[in-house]
């Protein structure tokens, strides 16, 4: 997840990129990473093959029990398909590009949900498949089956976790610190996209790619991929891209909408944000520390709701003469979701996990209590350490 991450919005406290290398994107929070365990590597397991895996997914006997699973269910049967809080586009993505896959299948009664209010960014707001979101509190108390995407764990379903107590669940996700949960889980660390593997899955399941699929595991690939920059961009990354466009969807148009596309309010934001950004040279031994800081009262004052800050980190990367960038994003008075992002000299996962959060080497946050002044020094500090 980081820069795994995408530019796209969308926050992921709690859990961190999937891959393992990010070049960085905005995209996710404090305690963005977690990182962690992993799927035994299974021979013959679909999975090392996957596009940008680096280790190998689910065994074959996992892919078949999924196959089954769906196949044995009456067509009518309540199937509840959730993402994590905060979606970003490889959550959104792979949801709902799965859920039509299911109605192709025939499915009729597919929900799709997040926990939280049902407020999408607007980079996400024409994705297709969106009329088969429902809300958190509307949903199915008692699915038959529940699937669940991109979540690393069962704390990233929030309220909603508790549907995977009432029903078998198909778990589908590409983080390599994937706790193992649900009925069937079908992880594919490393995977460059949870995408990839609802890709798989469709195909097994025989619905064959139309546009609508496409373009929403087309954003699930672009997002986590931070637009194929990202070290989890192989060979098989391109091919599932280059099987993705071959159904006609327009990546120009999908582009601008996700990445290039800011409500007036959100420039203004930016610059004056990108304004404050402050060069340390001699910071983190020398190696330099760059970073700013964006305050609820900056929301307000634009208009603008927190997730267009997620790609604030960017442009604040980007700095030439550090190494180690930082940004702080107030989310209540006297906390602070911390992102940190390197370019490859500090480990920053590091600096996380010191600081009470986690993440990758290369991204990774925390979440900070108290002023902007304190959270820095304890940066300055934890670097130095470095
Ligand atoms: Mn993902």
Known sequence: MT?????????????????????????RLAGEAPTGGGVSPVVGAAGADAPGASSAGPAPQQWAAAVETLQGLPRDARVLLICHINPDGDALGSMLGFALGLRALGFTRVQATFP?????????????GRELLVPADEVFTDPELVCCFDAASVSRLGALADRLERAPSIVLDHHASNSGFGTVPLVIPGAAATSVVVEILLDRLGVPLDAAIAECLYIALVTDTGSFRFDSTTPAVHQLAARLLATGIAPAEISRRIFDTRPYGAVRLHAEVLSRTRLEPAAARGRGLVWTYATLDDLARHG????????????????????????????LPGEWAVSLRSKGAVDVSRVAIALGGGGHRLAAGFTAYGTVDEVLARVRAALDQE
């Open 116 to 128: 939280g209010p049902m407020e999408l960014p607007e980079a996400y707001a024409a994705m297709p």
């Open 304 to 331: 603008q709701r927190p997730y267009v800050l997620e790609s604030l980190i960017d442009p604040v990367r980007a700095t030439a003469e550090a190494d180690v960038s930082c940004v702080l994003k107030q989310a």
């Open 3 to 27: 820069p795994p991450a995408g530019a796209a919005a969308g926050t992921d406290p709690g859990t961190g990129p999937a891959t393992a290398t990010p070049a960085g994107s905005g995209r």
